[in-house]
Protein backbone atom coordinates (compact mmCIF):
# COMPACT_ATOMS: atom_id res chain seq x y z
CA UNK A 1 0.00 0.00 0.00
CA UNK A 2 1.29 3.35 -0.81
CA UNK A 3 2.29 5.67 1.78
CA UNK A 4 2.86 9.42 1.41
CA UNK A 5 5.54 10.96 3.97
CA UNK A 6 6.39 14.52 4.19
CA UNK A 7 9.09 16.52 5.00
CA UNK A 8 10.59 19.97 4.46
CA UNK A 9 9.12 22.04 7.47
CA UNK A 10 10.56 23.78 9.98
CA UNK A 11 11.28 27.56 11.75
CA UNK A 12 11.86 30.38 8.80
CA UNK A 13 11.59 34.41 9.26
CA UNK A 14 8.44 36.15 7.88
CA UNK A 15 9.69 36.66 3.88
CA UNK A 16 11.79 33.45 3.94
CA UNK A 17 10.95 30.57 1.96
CA UNK A 18 10.52 26.84 2.58
CA UNK A 19 10.30 23.53 0.25
CA UNK A 20 8.13 20.65 1.08
CA UNK A 21 8.62 17.30 -0.01
CA UNK A 22 5.49 14.92 -0.58
CA UNK A 23 7.30 11.18 -1.19
CA UNK A 24 5.02 8.34 -2.55
CA UNK A 25 6.67 4.93 -0.63
CA UNK A 26 5.89 1.68 -1.15
CA UNK A 27 4.03 0.08 -3.97
CA UNK A 28 3.36 3.44 -6.38
CA UNK A 29 1.86 2.08 -9.65
CA UNK A 30 -0.94 4.05 -11.40
CA UNK A 31 -1.92 7.54 -11.63
CA UNK A 32 -2.79 10.00 -9.09
CA UNK A 33 -3.36 13.68 -8.20
CA UNK A 34 -1.82 15.26 -5.11
CA UNK A 35 -2.78 18.14 -3.14
CA UNK A 36 -1.55 20.05 -0.26
CA UNK A 37 -3.37 21.23 2.32
CA UNK A 38 -2.73 22.84 6.06
CA UNK A 39 -4.67 23.24 9.30
CA UNK A 40 -3.69 26.23 11.98
CA UNK A 41 -4.53 25.57 15.14
CA UNK A 42 -8.25 26.44 15.97
CA UNK A 43 -8.74 27.06 12.14
CA UNK A 44 -10.02 24.15 9.74
CA UNK A 45 -8.68 22.14 7.20
CA UNK A 46 -7.52 24.52 4.00
CA UNK A 47 -6.82 23.71 0.31
CA UNK A 48 -3.69 25.06 -0.84
CA UNK A 49 -2.43 23.71 -3.99
CA UNK A 50 -2.43 21.09 -6.50
CA UNK A 51 -1.28 18.91 -9.25
CA UNK A 52 -2.54 16.66 -12.03
CA UNK A 53 -0.44 12.92 -12.19
CA UNK A 54 1.31 14.42 -15.48
CA UNK A 55 1.98 17.69 -13.80
CA UNK A 56 0.31 19.69 -16.80
CA UNK A 57 -2.24 21.06 -14.06
CA UNK A 58 -2.44 22.82 -11.38
CA UNK A 59 -4.46 24.56 -8.73
CA UNK A 60 -3.44 27.41 -5.82
CA UNK A 61 -6.27 28.45 -3.03
CA UNK A 62 -6.34 32.77 -3.86
CA UNK A 63 -4.12 33.00 -0.33
CA UNK A 64 -1.14 31.60 -1.55
CA UNK A 65 -1.58 32.14 -5.50
CA UNK A 66 1.70 33.82 -6.52
CA UNK A 67 3.98 33.26 -3.71
CA UNK A 68 3.89 28.67 -3.82
CA UNK A 69 4.67 26.82 -6.58
CA UNK A 70 3.61 23.11 -6.60
CA UNK A 71 5.83 20.79 -9.00
CA UNK A 72 6.45 17.45 -8.84
CA UNK A 73 9.14 14.91 -10.27
CA UNK A 74 7.74 11.50 -11.27
CA UNK A 75 10.20 9.65 -11.48
CA UNK A 76 11.08 10.40 -7.87
CA UNK A 77 7.33 9.84 -6.62
CA UNK A 78 7.95 13.39 -4.88
CA UNK A 79 5.78 16.31 -5.07
CA UNK A 80 7.15 19.49 -4.08
CA UNK A 81 5.73 22.88 -2.16
CA UNK A 82 7.77 25.86 -3.01
CA UNK A 83 6.54 28.46 -0.68
CA UNK A 84 8.45 31.66 -0.74
CA UNK A 85 7.44 35.07 0.82
CA UNK A 86 6.37 33.51 3.75
CA UNK A 87 3.79 34.82 6.40
CA UNK A 88 3.12 34.66 9.81
CA UNK A 89 -0.40 33.23 9.07
CA UNK A 90 1.08 30.61 6.68
CA UNK A 91 1.78 28.63 10.12
CA UNK A 92 0.03 25.65 10.04
CA UNK A 93 0.55 21.68 9.85
CA UNK A 94 0.99 20.94 6.19
CA UNK A 95 -0.39 17.70 4.81
CA UNK A 96 0.10 16.54 1.05
CA UNK A 97 -2.96 14.05 -0.13
CA UNK A 98 -3.65 11.57 -2.98
CA UNK A 99 -6.53 11.78 -5.36
CA UNK A 100 -8.28 10.35 -8.47
CA UNK A 101 -7.72 13.68 -10.13
CA UNK A 102 -7.15 17.13 -9.69
CA UNK A 103 -10.29 18.56 -9.06
CA UNK A 104 -11.33 15.19 -6.34
CA UNK A 105 -8.32 15.91 -4.81
CA UNK A 106 -9.41 19.23 -3.85
CA UNK A 107 -12.06 17.91 -1.80
CA UNK A 108 -11.98 14.25 -1.29
CA UNK A 109 -9.16 12.56 -1.34
CA UNK A 110 -7.79 9.01 -0.51
CA UNK A 111 -5.03 8.59 1.12
CA UNK A 112 -3.23 11.10 3.53
CA UNK A 113 0.65 11.91 5.00
CA UNK A 114 1.38 12.54 8.50
CA UNK A 115 2.05 16.28 8.16
CA UNK A 116 4.58 18.31 8.82
CA UNK A 117 5.09 21.57 10.86
CA UNK A 118 5.68 25.02 9.07
CA UNK A 119 6.21 27.99 11.36
CA UNK A 120 6.47 31.53 10.56
CA UNK A 121 7.83 34.00 12.89
CA UNK A 122 7.10 37.85 12.63
Known amino acids: QVQLVESGGGLVQAGGSLRLSCVAAGRTSGSYATGWFRQAPGKEREFVAAISWSGGSTLYADSVKGRFTISKDNAKNTVYLQMNSLKPEDTAVYYC???????????????WGQGTQVTVSS
Open 97 to 111: AAGSSIVKVTTTPYI
